[in-house]
């Protein structure tokens, strides 16, 4: 029979916007994270990652902010170009532990010219 | 340019057949793994190993098969077990257990069943 895929959470914006796109954590044992693009038909490309000892970190045209407070995490992207458009997913990993990263579901971004 | 290959890009498997995935990576990487991605889904994990002649299971082993006779590879057989096979392979490798590397991704296998 016909099968349907779950539908991911979805950021549209306008070309030149800055783009928000977030991340729950459960596990307050991680401490390191990633983010990943990937785009249709693709793997995950790395994009950014930050460890628990900090609360930020800059990249070119990315940010991502950790709240450990609330286990949570974003990433930030400035000025937003079509090429952005891509599903973003995070992942968390616990040191010190089977090093296997827990990874989100994602968030396709769009964004319109 | 180093990277991983995974092959072929799309592969089909009919019923009661056994198909195997080639995941090669020159990184010189020690730690392979391979993903299960659904749609609008995240990735599961499906087998991993860490050195040469060694391998454990993920969340999802079952109906799937693994070995790494060489560094450099680490093939994926999907085995007829394995009821619902469709769905989009990635094979990924870091040089250590990635408590402080991300891992590098393949471009992924897309199993259909035919």
């Known amino acids: 029979g016909e099968s349907v895929g779950l539908h991911l959470p979805t950021l549209s914006v306008q070309e030149g916007d800055n783009s928000i796109i977030n991340c729950a954590y459960s596990?307050?044992?991680?401490?390191?994270f990633i983010w990943y693009k990937q785009e249709s038909g693709k793997g995950p490309q790395f994009i950014i990652d930050?460890?628990?000892?900090?609360d930020k970190r800059q990249g070119q045209r990315v940010t991502v902010l950790l709240n450990k407070t609330v286990k949570h995490l974003s990433l930030q992207i400035a000025a937003t170009q079509p090429g952005d458009s891509a599903v973003y997913f995070c992942?968390?990993?616990?040191?010190?532990?089977?090093?296997?990263?827990?990874f989100g579901r994602g968030t396709s971004l769009i964004v319109h010219p | 340019d180093g990277g991983i290959t995974q092959s072929p890009k799309y592969l089909f498997r009919k019923e009661g057949q056994n198909v195997t995935l080639s995941c090669e990576q020159n990184?010189?990487?020690?730690?392979m793994y391979w993903y299960r991605q659904d749609p609008g889904q995240g990735l599961r994990l499906i087998y991993y190993s860490q050195i040469v002649n060694d391998f454990q299971k993920g969340d999802i082993a079952e109906g799937y098969s693994v070995s790494r006779e060489k560094k450099e590879s680490f093939p994926l057989t999907v085995t007829s077990a394995q009821k619902n096979p469709t769905a989009f392979y990635l094979c990924a490798s870091t040089p250590v257990p990635v408590g402080n590397q991300p891992q590098h991704f393949g471009d992924g296998t897309r199993l259909s069943i035919l």
């Open positions: 990184l010189n990487h020690d730690a």
């Open positions: 596990n307050s044992a991680s401490d390191y």
């Open positions: 930050i460890r628990s000892n900090m």
């Open positions: 992942a968390g990993v616990i040191s010190g532990g089977s090093y296997i990263p827990t």
